[in-house]
């Protein structure tokens, strides 16, 4: 049941398949019943203007409805595997999100009835690096057909011809802080720099490395680079002119991953050998060995303020370190359904995301170590990277799918438990979910309908 914005009208749904409009004042009905579903009607929601209707039902289906004529507009959104239980528009109307008994929430454009989170696709292989500008208005992404690409982040469409050059697969792509230059890292052996703009080479391939390289990354203030390879070693680079400053070695196998500190004093590696590694990013001295980890360690990542540090393991976990000391802080993140390929933290610090074997993407907080909604599930095979927008409110991953995916990283059964006011009813998960499955309250919080 929902009022209309301006409160004369009332929106019903019901078992009987139908949504129906009422007067607010005389309780009369306005207009026939709204037909269309073939399910119980769960949830029905006006848009802010108050000139359209959305409703979710049993059916596994949202529909969108004129609230003036009471004209179904368009066909119904499809994607739920499972009984839709709740709907809601965003503040501007343009987006609606729903909530289903398939554990996902779904975020859809509310006037094309298309699904938020569009699939990028122009790769011919598998996708191993995403990253997202500074501004947070491109992607950039590397991949096994040798190329990298650059996408707009709002339309998802291709930018610009792929960056050719390198001989072999793609692994790892940064952007340099100014957003002006792309270091991208290959199975070649080699690191080579791009301008953002022009897509062009920058000067010659940065060699050193006597094995595949797997990770770049600028430093803060963009004046070098750090890379991590198959050869056990991470390398810094003068990032103007690529010439190589220092070779770090102590990894016993290949180094997967290495990053930056936010104030660029130190860096941070991941490798086969099950460790996390700190240095010092001035003389290149190893300064902590974490151990902990029970398989390769894939990715590492600071949060935004230095102080920790979370990794990502081939143990199906994500763990957590105190940056400066070294220590292991509270226990794994369990929960994965596989390797978990990747790790990054929220802008804000307050989340992680993990990018896992089995194509799924999660969200974290970085807290208390609880995961936060569904996992967000659309890759066809492993998800292999993720990255936050600068802003924090969407995700990019990277698939072996070939695909780059979008994802809202604020969207979440909590933003639309705050719509409702009560919890179903115990018959009606009886009924419409099922009668074997153990009743859940999917809005902590909130009361049982029909129970008080």
């Not at 938020?116 to 208005?137: M, T």
């Not at 992404?141 to 001989?167: C, E, F, I, N, Y």
């Not at 070098?224 to 070695?249: E, H, I, M, N």
């Amino acid at each position: 049941m929902a009022f209309s914005p301006d409160g004369q009208r009332l929106a019903t749904g019901s078992d009987d398949q139908t949504v129906r409009l009422w007067d607010a004042r005389t309780g009369q009905p306005v207009g026939a019943p709204l037909v269309g579903h073939i399910g119980p009607v769960l949830s029905v929601v006006f848009s802010p203007d108050g000139h359209r209707l959305a409703s979710a039902s049993m059916d596994k289906t949202v529909r969108m409805w004129d609230a003036d004529t009471g004209r179904e507009l368009g066909p119904p959104l499809s994607g739920h595997s499972g009984p839709v239980q709740s709907v809601a528009f965003g503040p501007d109307g343009h987006r609606l999100a729903s909530a289903s008994a398939d554990q996902t929430v779904r975020l859809w454009d509310a006037d094309t009835g298309h699904e938020r989170g569009p699939a990028l696709s122009g790769h011919s292989g598998i996708v191993n690096g995403v990253v997202f500008s500074p501004d947070g208005r491109r992607l950039a992404s590397g991949s096994d057909d040798q190329s990298v690409r650059l996408w707009d982040a709002g339309t998802g469409q291709a930018v610009g011809a792929p960056l050719l050059g390198h001989t072999g697969n793609v692994n790892s792509v940064a952007f340099s802080p100014d957003g002006r230059r792309l270091a991208s890292a290959g199975n070649d052996q080699t690191v080579r720099l791009w301008d953002a703009e022009t897509a062009q080479s920058v000067g010659a391939p940065l060699v050193g490395h006597t094995g595949s390289v797997l990770s770049v990354v600028f430093s803060p203030d963009g004046r070098r680079l750090a890379s991590a390879s198959a050869d056990q070693t991470v390398r810094l680079w003068d990032a103007v002119t690529g010439k190589p400053v220092a070779t770090l070695t102590g990894h016993t196998g290949q180094v997967n991953s290495v990053v930056f500190s936010p104030d660029g004093r130190r860096l941070a590696s991941a490798s086969g050998d099950q460790t996390v590694r700190l240095w010092d990013a001035g003389t290149g001295q190893s300064v902590a060995t974490l151990t902990g980890h029970f398989g390769s360690v894939l990715s590492v990542a600071f949060s935004p303020d230095g102080r920790r540090l979370a990794s990502a393991s081939a143990d199906q976990t994500v763990r957590l370190w105190d940056a400066g000391t070294g220590q292991s802080v509270d226990d794994p993140l369990n929960g994965h359904g596989g390797t978990v390929n990747a790790v990054a933290f929220s802008p804000d610090g307050r989340r992680l995301a993990t990018a896992e074997s089995e194509g799924t993407v999660r969200l974290w907080d970085a807290n208390t170590g609880q995961p936060l909604g569904a996992f967000l599930d659309g890759h066809t095979g492993p998800a292999l990277s993720v990255v936050f927008s600068p802003d924090g409110h969407r995700l990019a991953s990277g698939g072996a799918d070939t695909m780059v995916r979008l994802w809202p990283a604020d969207a979440s059964p909590e933003i639309l438990c705050a719509k409702l006011t009560t919890n179903m009813s115990r018959q009606q998960w009886r009924d419409w979910v099922s009668p074997d499955t153990a009743y859940v309250t999917l809005c902590p919080g909130l009361p049982i309908a029909g129970s008080g």
